[in-house]
Nanobody, 124 residues
Framework: QVQLVESGGGLVQAGGSLRLSCAAS????????MGWFRQAPGKEREFVAA????????YYPDSVKGRFTISRDIAKRTVYLQMNGLKPEDTAVYYC?????????????????WGQGTQVTVSS
């Protein structure tokens, strides 16, 4: 089993920055796919960023490319999402996800493990 705990959400003005953290525990993370998703009220869960635990390959959708950066600290078993240039449309609950797949995954259904989510609100 894998447990994921997100933190770092909050209220920020448009143009500001936040860094989300996702602390992982449980089974060994030698070859996992990790991702961040978000879900706004009344909308489907949306892919935000993904990283391969081994090697650090990353992938972003166009909506956040150049503004968001996903990274991981292997020793701390933590994945980060640095969000810069935040916009009101970035407002959502952000979820961390993990899967025992040695690559980069972009779709929510591909992930087996999820955190509880952290709220990010961007005011205009």
């Amino acid at each position: 089993q894998v447990q994921l705990v997100e933190s770092g959400g909050g209220l920020v003005q448009a143009g500001g920055s936040l860094r989300l953290s996702c602390a992982a525990s449980g089974r060994t993370f030698s070859n996992f796919a990790m991702g961040w998703f978000r879900q706004a009220p009344g909308k489907e869960r949306e892919f935000v960023a993904a990283i391969r635990w081994s090697g650090g390959s990353t992938y972003y959708p166009d909506s956040v490319k150049g503004r968001f950066t996903i990274s991981r600290d292997i020793a701390k078993r933590t994945v980060y999402l640095q969000m810069n240039g935040l916009k009101p449309e970035d407002t959502a609950v952000y979820y961390c996800a993990a899967d025992a797949f040695p690559g980069v995954l972009r779709y929510a259904y591909e992930y087996d493990y999820w955190g509880q989510g952290t709220q990010v609100t961007v005011s205009s």
